[in-house]
């Protein structure tokens, strides 16, 4: 029988904060950690849900700004995503980031909260020059997978969900997922917590034309990629300005 769950908050960075899924009710992002809450608080109807995660945030910053107010609302289960941006930018080091993930979950299961962790999704054959870094993920998602072994956590692994490999899950950016994606994801979830998860996230996707991602790659680096290199030599960050979406443990329905 699957367990019963009260309060989830979701950790982490773009992937939870929902970039890619523009929300339908107002101006910002839904995402897969919405999505998955409407659905929990379907099956448990005092299910209270908050959302730290910000856009742009490097693995240090989300332990150091989220993990404990995370801790302090005593959720009873908790999401971390982290270290997809540490693995785009030079000087990344899985060894610390595996020591630093272990230390993190160790501190939310030690708070009593069930844990629920994630492998990347392939993103290399959707990005021009990007499978030059593929060590780097496969390195991030081997440390996931050592921590959740240790420390019993719930592994939802997208690396291995093979529905990833279609260009009809990621927004124009090619980097972040889109609504279908997100959709995916929170199936994914679902199916790992015991949710009975939306039928329609499963059914065939529309057809769209097939265009060949190389030709217009000069367009793509134009819009997407350029103003990502010059944030990285500013050093400033897409969340900067951010706040998060859902900072406090409210019921969802």
């Known amino acids: 029988m699957a367990a019963e769950y009260s309060s989830f908050v979701a950790i982490g960075d773009s992937f939870t904060e929902g970039v890619g899924d523009p929300d339908p009710a107002g101006d910002g992002y839904r995402g897969w950690a919405d999505l998955f809450a409407l659905h929990a608080a379907e099956q448990w109807p005092a299910f209270a849900y908050a959302n730290l995660a910000i856009r742009g945030r490097l693995f240090d910053r989300i332990v150091d700004e989220q993990v404990v107010p995370a801790i302090k609302q005593s959720p009873d289960l908790v999401s971390f995503a982290a270290g997809g941006n540490d693995a785009l930018r030079p000087g990344f080091n899985p060894v610390q980031l595996s020591t630093r993930a272990h230390e993190v979950v160790r501190l939310l299961k030690a708070s009593g909260a069930e844990v629920i962790l994630f492998t990347c999704a392939d993103i290399t054959p959707h990005i021009p020059g990007i499978s030059v870094l593929r060590k780097r993920f496969v390195a991030t998602n081997d440390a996931y997978k050592r921590v959740a072994k240790r420390h019993d956590a719930i592994l939802i ?23 279908y994606g997100h959709q995916r994801v929170a199936y994914d979830v679902c199916e790992a917590l015991g949710v009975e998860p939306d039928p329609a996230w499963t059914e065939p996707l529309p057809n769209q034309p097939r265009v060949r991602r190389e030709v217009n790659g000069v367009k793509w680096a134009g819009k997407h990629f350029a103003p990502w290199v010059k944030r990285r030599l500013t050093g400033k960050s897409s969340g900067d300005t951010v706040d998060p979406k859902r900072p406090e443990l409210t019921k969802v329905k």
């Open 157 to 179: 692994d997208l690396w291995a969900d093979r529905a990833f490999e279609d260009p009809r899950l990621w927004s124009e950016d090619r980097l972040h997922l889109n609504t």
